[in-house]
Protein backbone atom coordinates (compact mmCIF):
# COMPACT_ATOMS: atom_id res chain seq x y z
CA UNK A 1 0.00 0.00 0.00
CA UNK A 2 1.56 3.92 -0.79
CA UNK A 3 2.65 5.29 1.98
CA UNK A 4 2.41 9.44 1.84
CA UNK A 5 3.80 12.14 3.39
CA UNK A 6 2.42 14.89 5.19
CA UNK A 7 4.35 17.89 6.93
CA UNK A 8 1.80 20.93 8.90
CA UNK A 9 1.42 23.99 6.66
CA UNK A 10 2.62 26.28 9.15
CA UNK A 11 5.21 24.86 11.44
CA UNK A 12 4.75 27.38 14.12
CA UNK A 13 1.06 25.93 14.64
CA UNK A 14 2.30 22.44 14.71
CA UNK A 15 2.02 19.76 17.55
CA UNK A 16 5.10 17.42 18.21
CA UNK A 17 3.23 15.22 15.29
CA UNK A 18 2.97 17.31 12.33
CA UNK A 19 6.29 19.55 12.86
CA UNK A 20 8.36 16.58 11.19
CA UNK A 21 7.23 14.97 8.12
CA UNK A 22 4.84 11.86 9.02
CA UNK A 23 4.28 8.76 7.25
CA UNK A 24 -0.02 7.64 6.68
CA UNK A 25 -0.70 4.70 4.27
CA UNK A 26 -3.21 5.51 2.51
CA UNK A 27 -5.26 3.46 -0.57
CA UNK A 28 -4.65 4.83 -3.91
CA UNK A 29 -8.32 6.26 -3.94
CA UNK A 30 -8.34 7.68 -0.63
CA UNK A 31 -8.59 11.24 -0.66
CA UNK A 32 -5.73 13.33 0.60
CA UNK A 33 -4.86 13.80 4.47
CA UNK A 34 -5.83 17.71 4.65
CA UNK A 35 -5.41 17.71 8.73
CA UNK A 36 -3.29 16.58 11.23
CA UNK A 37 -4.87 13.72 13.60
CA UNK A 38 -4.02 14.70 16.25
CA UNK A 39 -3.69 18.55 16.74
CA UNK A 40 -6.08 19.63 13.30
CA UNK A 41 -3.87 21.95 11.56
CA UNK A 42 -3.81 21.93 7.69
CA UNK A 43 -1.04 19.79 6.50
CA UNK A 44 0.44 19.63 3.20
CA UNK A 45 1.95 16.63 1.31
CA UNK A 46 5.73 16.60 1.28
CA UNK A 47 6.04 13.57 -1.12
CA UNK A 48 3.76 13.74 -4.28
CA UNK A 49 4.63 9.89 -5.76
CA UNK A 50 4.35 6.95 -4.14
CA UNK A 51 6.81 5.58 -1.84
CA UNK A 52 5.34 1.76 -2.16
CA UNK A 53 7.43 1.34 -5.58
CA UNK A 54 10.60 1.31 -3.78
CA UNK A 55 9.64 -1.07 -1.34
CA UNK A 56 10.05 -4.18 -3.63
CA UNK A 57 11.87 -6.65 -2.53
CA UNK A 58 15.70 -6.56 -2.92
CA UNK A 59 14.89 -10.32 -4.73
CA UNK A 60 12.90 -8.63 -7.36
CA UNK A 61 15.20 -5.65 -7.96
CA UNK A 62 18.02 -7.76 -8.48
CA UNK A 63 16.06 -9.66 -10.55
CA UNK A 64 15.74 -7.18 -12.72
CA UNK A 65 19.17 -5.83 -12.25
CA UNK A 66 19.99 -9.04 -13.65
CA UNK A 67 17.56 -9.10 -16.87
CA UNK A 68 18.71 -5.67 -17.87
CA UNK A 69 22.33 -6.77 -17.96
CA UNK A 70 21.22 -9.80 -19.58
CA UNK A 71 19.67 -7.68 -22.32
CA UNK A 72 22.26 -5.65 -22.66
CA UNK A 73 25.27 -8.57 -23.06
CA UNK A 74 22.93 -9.73 -25.99
CA UNK A 75 22.70 -6.47 -27.31
CA UNK A 76 19.07 -6.60 -26.74
CA UNK A 77 19.40 -2.59 -26.41
CA UNK A 78 15.68 -1.60 -26.64
CA UNK A 79 14.52 -4.53 -23.99
CA UNK A 80 17.47 -3.29 -21.93
CA UNK A 81 16.32 0.55 -22.16
CA UNK A 82 12.59 -0.25 -21.23
CA UNK A 83 13.12 -2.33 -18.17
CA UNK A 84 15.43 0.15 -17.12
CA UNK A 85 13.61 3.44 -18.10
CA UNK A 86 10.35 1.10 -15.77
CA UNK A 87 12.44 0.50 -12.87
CA UNK A 88 13.84 4.07 -12.75
CA UNK A 89 10.47 5.04 -12.99
CA UNK A 90 9.25 3.07 -10.23
CA UNK A 91 12.66 3.61 -7.98
CA UNK A 92 13.26 7.25 -8.56
CA UNK A 93 16.47 6.11 -9.90
CA UNK A 94 18.04 8.72 -11.38
CA UNK A 95 21.28 6.57 -12.79
CA UNK A 96 18.71 3.93 -13.84
CA UNK A 97 17.22 6.67 -15.66
CA UNK A 98 20.73 7.52 -17.59
CA UNK A 99 20.93 3.87 -18.17
CA UNK A 100 17.97 3.68 -20.00
CA UNK A 101 18.30 6.72 -22.25
CA UNK A 102 21.84 4.96 -22.65
CA UNK A 103 20.14 2.00 -23.48
CA UNK A 104 17.60 3.98 -25.70
CA UNK A 105 20.99 5.35 -27.70
CA UNK A 106 22.42 2.33 -28.51
CA UNK A 107 18.60 0.81 -29.13
CA UNK A 108 19.16 4.04 -32.66
CA UNK A 109 17.06 6.01 -30.61
CA UNK A 110 16.61 9.68 -31.98
CA UNK A 111 17.78 11.48 -28.66
CA UNK A 112 15.14 14.35 -29.88
CA UNK A 113 12.52 11.84 -29.59
CA UNK A 114 14.13 10.58 -26.04
CA UNK A 115 13.65 14.32 -24.87
CA UNK A 116 10.02 14.46 -25.82
CA UNK A 117 9.80 10.87 -24.13
CA UNK A 118 11.24 11.46 -20.65
CA UNK A 119 9.18 15.00 -21.01
CA UNK A 120 5.95 13.00 -21.56
CA UNK A 121 7.19 10.36 -18.70
CA UNK A 122 6.87 13.49 -16.34
CA UNK A 123 3.46 14.68 -16.76
ZN1 LIG B 1 -0.43 18.09 14.52
New binding site residues.
Given amino acids: MPIYEYE?ASPDQ??P??RRPFEVIQNLRDKPVRT?P??G?PVKRIISWCRAAVMETPDEYSNTMRRIRNFESEGMWSHAAELSDKEASKTKDSSLKTRALDNYKKAGYDPKTLDKHAKSDDL
Fill in positions: AACKCCDCQ
